[in-house]
């Protein structure tokens, strides 16, 4: 039987984050936060996660405690894993294109699932190729098949970001933000300058934040703190990101007691930074549902006034919708 399915059948998927505090320093991936009447992003925004090469895994480098291998069989192990790499990429870009004949790209991944899976039998304790695979697998659908896979992968070298980052994103999606925090906890103290870490804890604390408070283990100050610390590391370290911004700006909305004067600091930092048209434009929306909140209804009416782009009439007009008549004159 393949390793990915004996895997499955022998372990649970609860991911263990022992020795992990929840007060740590940052970083998860989690669904957007829902977006306010009046003031969504707009569709152009890029997405919160980048793809990961697959050849990435293959030239990890290993880390201190994990089995170590005869030179030359680490040679020939990553020859392997590199053939099965090349044939990984091509499949999936031949799949993406839309010309391919879906039924026989099927039947070469699976092929390629098993070429993984004698790979791994070979060569039981090359990291690389539980993680080139792990991903793999999670890109074809096969989620919790990857996550057993990339809790090997975790076993045998507990210091890739990478692999406790796809651990998070996995427990996330199944309903478990509390522990998947621990995960991306991790893997920004692994790596503390990748904005993305940051950013996903930032987004999972804002969007469970309930679950956190449930769970006895955060307060709401705790909460808060980290939430605003991770999306301010994020923009930081991604000063041009636009995604990373809006989630910095959009959490001082999310305190306890919202900060809406910081807010709207990010928010005309951004416009000053902004191309003219949409992105500006949706921008000044955000600035003027912040200055609502604060009554100042006069300078909120002059900055919808400057909202031009066609596509946002209709937040301009909810925003509009929610100012005291216009006094006369």
């Known amino acids: ?12 998927a609860v991911l263990p984050a022992a020795g992990l505090r929840a007060d740590a320093p ?6 957007p936060p829902a977006a306010r009447p009046g003031v969504n992003r707009p569709a152009a925004l890029p997405p919160a996660t980048q793809p990961v090469p697959a050849s990435a895994a293959a030239t990890s480098d290993a880390a201190p405690g994990v089995p170590s291998l005869p030179v030359e069989v680490i040679a020939r192990a990553t020859a392997r894993l590199k ?14 294109s839309g010309e391919a004949d879906v039924d026989n790209v099927k039947r070469d991944i699976q092929t390629l699932l098993f070429d993984y899976d004698g790979l791994l039998q070979t060569y039981p304790t090359f990291v690389p190729a539980y993680v080139t695979y792990g991903l793999l697998l999670s890109k074809v659908g096969m ?6 896979i990339l809790l090997r992968a975790n076993q045998l070298d507990p210091n890739l970001p990478l692999v406790k980052n796809q651990l998070g994103n996995y427990l996330a999606e ?7 925090a621990n995960y991306f906890i991790a893997a920004a103290r692994l790596a503390p300058d990748e904005p993305l870490y940051h950013y996903q804890l930032g987004r999972l604390l804002a969007v469970a934040r309930n679950d956190f408070l449930k769970s006895g283990l955060w307060t709401r100050q705790q909460v808060d ?40 600091k990010v928010w005309g930092a951004m416009e000053d930074r902004a191309a003219p048209g949409l992105e500006k434009d949706t921008i000044r929306l955000q600035a003027a549902n912040v200055l609502i909140k604060q009554k100042q209804f006069d300078h909120a009416r002059l900055l919808l006034a400057a909202v031009t782009t066609g596509e946002l009439a209709k937040q301009k007009q909810k925003l509009l919708d929610q100012l005291p008549a216009n006094p006369e004159k």
């Open 225 to 264: 703190v980290t939430m605003l610390d991770a999306f301010k590391r994020a923009a930081e370290l991604a000063p041009d990101n636009i995604t990373y911004a809006y989630g910095y700006a959009e959490s001082f909305y999310e305190l306890a007691e919202p900060r809406w004067d910081e807010a709207l």
């Open 143 to 148: 989620r919790r098949e990857s996550s057993m």
């Open 83 to 96: 053939e099965l790499v090349a044939r990984q990429d091509a499949l999936l870009a031949t799949l993406s």
């Open 174 to 180: 199944e309903g478990e933000p509390v522990e998947a």
């Open 26 to 31: 940052p970083a998860l991936a989690a669904p």
């Open 1 to 12: 039987m393949p390793l990915s399915r004996l895997l499955l059948l022998g372990c649970i």
